[in-house]
């Protein structure tokens, strides 16, 4: 089992940064695969990014390229996801979820999610 909590969500306006973080815990999470996704209104749960445990590759959707870092700290237990030049289209809420597929991308392939964070872009 693998216990995943985000937090660091918020209201932020056009242009702006944040970050989020998600602490993990639980037995076999070291062989995980780490992922973010989000999930608007009405949408499909879209992937943000994803970065290996073991060995810290990563990538990223297309539409945050540039603007979402995805990281991670091993001593912390903890990976972040830091955004910037924020956009109203970032408003979501925000999941962190956890695969054993190296880097995967497809919302199937995570079989641990956490709870989710609500991030608003407004001015």
């Known amino acids: 089992q693998v216990q995943l909590v985000e937090s660091g969500g918020g209201l932020v306006q056009p242009g702006g940064s944040l970050r989020l973080s998600c602490a993990v815990s639980?037995?076999?999470?070291?062989?995980?695969?780490m992922g973010w996704f989000r999930q608007a209104p009405g949408k499909e749960r879209e992937f943000v990014g994803v970065i290996s445990w073991l060995d810290s590759s990563m990538k990223h959707g297309d539409s945050v390229k540039g603007r979402f870092t995805i990281s991670r700290d091993i001593a912390k237990n903890t990976v972040y996801l830091q955004m910037t030049s924020l956009k109203p289209e970032d408003t979501a809420v925000y999941y962190c979820?956890?695969?054993?597929?190296?880097?995967?991308?497809?919302?199937?392939?995570?079989?641990?999610w956490g709870q989710g964070t609500q991030v608003t872009v407004s001015s």
């Open positions: 979820a956890c695969t054993k597929i190296y880097l995967a991308t497809q919302r199937s392939n995570y079989d641990y």
């Open positions: 639980g037995r076999t999470f070291s062989s995980c695969s």
